[in-house]
């Protein structure tokens, strides 16, 4: 049997690793983005308010084999699989055992490898980049060069974090900027990346301005920082951490190159060399990007999930050849906890698959989504339903009822793809059921579920009208010293809402412009003209405000009375108060 388990301890770490992925993915709930996600799918396309496509479209490859939860991972499950296979190859295999002691401490590629997200792409096409990078500083051929190309097309695709990678690796090798060869892989990475920056262009670059300019900008708080550094500490563990992270840090390349290649050839070594700075590049630039991102706002754990790459390689190329005083104590210790982190794992595991904790945070996240969705779509005819500014509510509800679902959006929280997606197109005029968590006085139903309860109500003609946009002719306004201001703006929107708005002229929507400052919503300053008079011509508005000197932005909102909340009706207009 130990002769058996010794020849063939590959195939069964690897056998385990995709079952219990496929397992959790099959009977573990759906959570609120990896729904969100679903729903992208049904509307495949270039680009997303969010995200670049690859999510979506992953989602629809496995969903058309699947059509459950695992359907929606499918194809995660095998990418987390397929990262750890090149991880191995990237570490040379020294040490079977070593590489299994951290595979199986980092708990976030077991419990987070499964989830149909956009880190589980762009950690494998992390991956995927550094070993053609590898093959392609060692023999810079035309299909090395291709393959680098696709690979950093890929990673693009998958999140906007690629970016990152491929600076600080280009950073970690100036010479790769005096070859043709790296100069023809951007070019051909360009080419295929061009379709998501056409999508960008006709869309104003949406998903840009969003990411670098109006997400996460909050009043900075010492706690970002700290909990960015504690996230860290448990991404990468979460117990093996506190080894890993210094273990990587301390990592000498050029030793560790010379020990790594078995080759003693001096280009071998050197290219080693070569991939161990990219990856040191890449690990030290992440981290203190986002460091630095933490006292612009909050930075999320999983924004750093590319540096598990790095953190891997370099780590284990530490532990395997160095013989300091920290790492044979590092070796010692990361066995000694791997026990504990496994048995952390298959609690979380359990925790996951079966409603067995009695706390309402878990149970809402995992375990209350399954039954109701069924109920409710009796009571509402399975006709189409509006939820209030939650794209998550929306999805998840979507993905368990199949009853096709918008989310109406606020105006004061930002915008997402249900903003964009032509579901209220096709729900204008249409019986709906309205559903909410809030306001539940004015809701004439209600339903108690998982969630808490729930209301609902029938809207016998569905007349919102986020898809009314208006476009100011300036996208800064400068204010007078009495604070009033003027603002230009045309009408953009499609025949059809034309027609509709026309058609019923009975139709009350408040109009009114929401003034916000750096901490917010101040103030709503009414239109004084009707929704008819506004779409068929542009409009000169002038409002006064008390306003302070400084700078501020507006956002044009339409309020229907018979929908639940105003909506975003344009973009984020800069205001400057001198």
Known sequence: MKSLLEKNHRLLFYSCWLILGLIQSRFTELLDDEAYYWVYSKFLDWGYFDHPPMVALLIKLGYAIFHNELGVRFLFVLLNTGTLLIIEKLTQGKSARLFYTIALSLAVLQLGGFLAVPDTPLIFFTTLFFLCYKAFIQRPTLPNTLWLGIVTAALFYSKYHAVLITVFVLLSNPKLFTRYQAYLAGVIALALFAPHLWWQYNHDWISFRYHLFESNVNPYQISFTLAFIGGQILVAGPLAGIILLPAAFLSRLKNNADKDMKDDAPAAKKNGYLLLRAMKFTLVGIYVFFLISSFRGKVEANWTSPAIVPLFVLSESFLSTSNSIFATGARKWLARLLPVTMVIVLLLRIMMLVDIVPANAIKERYHSWNSWPARMREKTRSLPVVF???????????????????????????????????????????????????????????????????????????????????????????????????????????????????????????????????????????????????????????????????????????????????????????????
């Open 388 to 578: 209030e500014n939650s794209y998550q509510r929306a999805s998840k509800y979507w993905f368990y009822s199949g009853q096709m679902t918008y989310s109406l959006n606020w105006y004061r929280e930002r915008r997402n793809n249900y903003d964009f997606w032509p579901i209220e197109d096709s729900l204008l005029g249409r019986p709906v059921f309205l559903l909410d968590i809030h306001n539940l006085d004015s809701f004439q139903n209600r339903i108690s579920t998982p969630i808490g309860a729930v209301g609902y109500r029938y809207d016998s003609a569905f007349s919102s009208f986020a898809k009314v946009q208006f476009v100011p002719t300036e996208k800064t306004i400068h204010g007078s010293e009495t604070s009033s201001f003027v603002i230009r703006i045309r009408p953009d929107l499609s025949e059809k809402y034309l027609r509709y708005i026309d058609a019923h002229p009975d139709i009350d929507c408040k109009i009114f412009v929401g003034v916000f400052g750096k901490h917010g919503w101040i103030k709503d300053l009414p239109v004084p003209l009707t929704l008819q008079q506004c779409v068929h011509a542009p409009s000169t508005l002038t409002f006064t405000s008390d306003l302070r000197r400084g700078n501020y932005y507006l956002i044009f909102s339409v309020y229907s009375p018979g929908t639940i909340i105003p909506t975003h009706n344009s973009a984020k207009i800069k205001l400057v108060i001198p």
